[in-house]
Nanobody, 114 residues
Framework: QVQLVESGGGLVQPGGSLRLSCAAS????????MGWYRQAPGKERELVAI???????NYTDSVKGRFTVSRDSAKNMVYLQMNSLKPEDTAVYYC????????WGQGTLVTVSS
């Protein structure tokens, strides 16, 4: 059974930064995709950023140039560095891993507000 635990969410002012971390445990194949989705109030869950085992990344257009996804495969960790945060980035952020299965964390709330 795979478990994902996020940390690092919170309240930040517009223009500020946060770093999210996700620890994955369980039987995870070495070839996988890890990353982050988010869900804002009243909206559907959307992809934010993903990174595969080879380090190739993909971002949604609205975060390009502001967010950076990275991973430590040896530790089964994935990170999301979020800079220049905007109020529209406010959402619950979910860690994600996909191999022969897909798993989600419980989510961490990011609130961008003055």
């Amino acid at each position: 059974q795979v478990q994902l635990v996020e940390s690092g969410g919170g309240l930040v002012q517009p223009g500020g930064s946060l770093r999210l971390s996700c620890a994955a445990s369980g039987n995870i194949p070495s070839s996988n995709i890890m990353g982050w989705y988010r869900q804002a109030p009243g909206k559907e869950r959307e992809l934010v950023a993903i990174i595969n085992s080879g380090g190739i990344t993909n971002y949604t257009d609205s975060v390009k140039g502001r967010f950076t996804v990275s991973r430590d495969s040896a530790k089964n960790m994935v990170y999301l560095q979020m800079n220049s945060l905007k109020p529209e980035d406010t959402a619950v952020y979910y860690c994600y891993v996909r191999a022969i299965f897909a798993a989600w964390g419980q989510g961490t709330l990011v609130t961008v507000s003055s």
